[in-house]
């Protein structure tokens, strides 16, 4: 059973940026498309990124410019690069392994707010 866990969550003003990171309890290598999505309060989850193991990327339109999903497979990690956040981008982050969805973990909680 792979473990996923996210950290690097926290209070941002609008405009300002995060970076998200995931480790994976097995090395994020053994995972060939991984992603990030996200839960707002009383909202479905929703895919909102995800890379494959040679770097091709697909972002939901709403993320598209503003944030950057990129992996350090030599160092297990999996970043969420965000910038010109936005309230609206206030959830709870998770990465999975994109399509399957079978390893949830506990998120990272972001939060958009002056």
């Known amino acids: 059973q792979v473990q996923l866990v996210e950290s690097g969550g926290g209070l941002v003003q609008p405009g300002g940026s995060l970076r998200l990171s995931c480790t994976a309890s097995t090395g994020i290598s053994s995972i060939d498309l991984i992603a990030w999505a996200r839960q707002a309060p009383g909202k479905q989850r929703e895919f909102i990124a995800r890379?494959?193991?040679?770097?091709?990327?697909l972002y939901i339109e709403s993320v598209k410019g503003r944030f950057t999903i990129y992996r350090d497979d030599a160092n297990n990690t999996l970043y969420l690069q965000m910038n010109n956040l936005k309230p609206e981008d206030t959830a709870s982050y998770y990465c999975?392994?994109?399509?399957?969805?079978?390893?949830w973990g506990q998120g990272t909680q972001v939060t958009v707010s002056s």
């Open positions: 890379t494959s193991k040679y770097g091709s990327t």
């Open positions: 999975n392994e994109y399509k399957t969805w079978n390893y």
